[in-house]
């Protein structure tokens, strides 16, 4: 029934605006906005639609959103570089970066507290 259809995902956020500077300022992302929502264009017209929630909004405490590279090291760098902070969650190096296991993985946060990553797959 749907296996043709554009489909996307969305998460909420607390405050439009920082969103839309966090995204489009400090990692580069193409954003738009309409009727007060964002949405982020990724990479082969993929998008993500980010909603306003207000003081309702409860962070995701799981990764909402997965940005593959090729150099995870060179990535957790440029984050640094850009002022973004690494979650220090169980098992991460001194870079940030968990290595104990299957990709190669850093988190971080954006200013709504919800959780976001790195990976190098390879």
Avoid at 80 to 94: C, I, N, R, T
């Amino acid at each position: 029934m749907f296996d043709t259809s554009r489909a996307f995902s969305g998460f909420s956020v607390d405050d439009i605006p920082a969103a839309r500077e966090f995204y489009a300022e400090t990692l580069g992302i193409e954003v738009t906005e309409n009727w007060g929502m964002l949405r982020l264009r990724l990479a082969e017209g993929r998008e993500v639609l980010v909603y306003p929630k207000g003081d309702k909004h409860v962070p995701a405490e799981y990764t909402i959103l997965n940005f593959p590279v090729d150099d995870i090291d060179q990535a957790v760098a440029d984050l640094a570089a850009a002022g973004v902070s690494l979650e220090p969650f169980e098992g991460v190096d001194e870079k940030g970066i968990f290595r104990l296991g299957g990709p190669l993985i850093a988190w971080f946060k954006d200013p709504a507290g919800n959780i976001l990553s790195v990976l190098q797959e390879n």
